[in-house]
C-alpha cells in the first residue's frame, strides 16, 4: 500500500498529466483536484489505483468517475464560493466533495444508502459541513430547496428532465449532464437566464444511467444480470 507521500505524488502527477496537459486550467479547480485524497473515496483494494486515469468500482454496480471527468465538469460549471450546488448522484462522495470545496452549499442526492451514509462520513471526516445529503430519486430535484445556481448530474439520463431545468436560477445559472443512451452519451451545459435556456455538447462520454422517475427504468439492472 502506498505512503500518505506517495499518494501526494501521485495525485499531484495526475494533476500534471491528466489534467493540466488536457486543458484544465482553472486554478481553483486544479488547486481542490490537488488536495482532494481520491484514495480515501475508494476501497483498500482499489486504494493503488486511485490516481490512475480511469473510473474505479464503489459497489453497488456504479464507479466513481474518472478525475479528468470530475475536474472537466467542476471547471465548466464555473463554480464561485457563493454558489448553491445540487449534485444528482453522490456515488463515492468525490465529485460532491470538490463542489463543497469550490461553493457556498451543496445538496447531493443518492439512491443507494449505502453508498449516501459512506460518502456523508467521509466528506465530514474531511472536515467540510457545507453538505446535505439526501437519499431518493434524485431525477425530480429537489423542489423544496431550489433554486439552485449549478446543477451538476453524474449519471446519465435519457433526456433533458424539465423539472431539473425548472430549479436552476434564473440568473446566469448552470447544469452539465451526460444525455444519450445507456452505452454512450454527450456531456451537456444548459444555461438560463430568466426563461431563456441554452444547450451546448462539450464531448463524448460514459456514465452509469440514472435509475428514476426522469431517468431510466428501475428494472434496468434486472436486465443487465440476464
Ligand atoms: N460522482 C460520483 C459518480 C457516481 S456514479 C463519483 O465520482 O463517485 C452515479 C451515481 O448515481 C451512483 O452512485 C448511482 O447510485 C446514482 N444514481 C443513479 N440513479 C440515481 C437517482 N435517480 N437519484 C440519485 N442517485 C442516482
Do not use: W
Not at 113 to 132: K, M, P, T, V
Not at 153 to 172: D, I
Not at 208 to 213: A, D, K, N, Q
Amino acid at each position: 500500500m502506498p505512503t500518505s507521500r506517495e499518494y501526494t505524488r501521485l495525485r499531484s502527477r495526475m494533476v500534471d498529466e491528466q489534467l493540466v496537459k488536457r486543458g484544465i486550467n482553472d486554478r481553483r479547480v486544479l488547486d481542490a483536484m490537488r488536495k482532494m485524497p481520491r484514495h480515501l473515496f475508494v476501497a483498500e483494494e482499489f486504494k493503488p489505483y486511485a490516481y490512475e486515469d480511469r473510473p474505479l468500482p464503489i459497489g453497488e454496480g456504479q464507479t466513481i468517475s474518472q478525475p479528468y471527468i470530475v475536474a472537466f465538469m467542476s471547471e465548466r460549471l464555473r463554480l464561485k464560493s457563493e454558489h448553491v450546488v445540487l449534485e444528482i448522484g453522490t456515488g463515492s462522495g468525490y465529485q460532491t466533495a470538490i463542489l463543497c470545496h469550490l461553493s457556498k452549499y451543496v445538496y447531493s442526492i443518492e439512491r443507494y444508502g449505502r453508498l449516501a451514509d459512506q460518502a456523508g462520513e467521509r466528506i465530514d471526516q474531511l472536515g467540510y459541513n457545507n453538505i446535505d445529503i439526501h437519499i431518493g430519486d434524485g431525477s425530480q430535484g429537489l423542489p423544496d430547496q431550489a433554486s439552485f445556481d449549478r446543477i451538476i448530474v453524474t449519471a446519465a439520463v435519457p433526456r433533458l428532465p424539465k423539472v431539473l431545468c425548472t430549479q436552476l436560477n434564473t440568473q446566469e445559472g448552470r447544469m452539465i449532464l451526460p444525455i444519450g443512451d445507456q452505452d454512450v452519451q454527450e456531456l451537456k451545459l444548459v444555461t438560463r437566464n430568466g426563461e431563456k435556456f441554452s444547450t451546448r455538447t462539450l464531448l463524448r462520454c460514459r456514465f452509469v444511467p440514472l435509475v428514476g422517475r426522469y431517468g431510466f427504468d428501475d428494472d434496468i439492472d434486472e436486465i443487465e444480470m440476464l
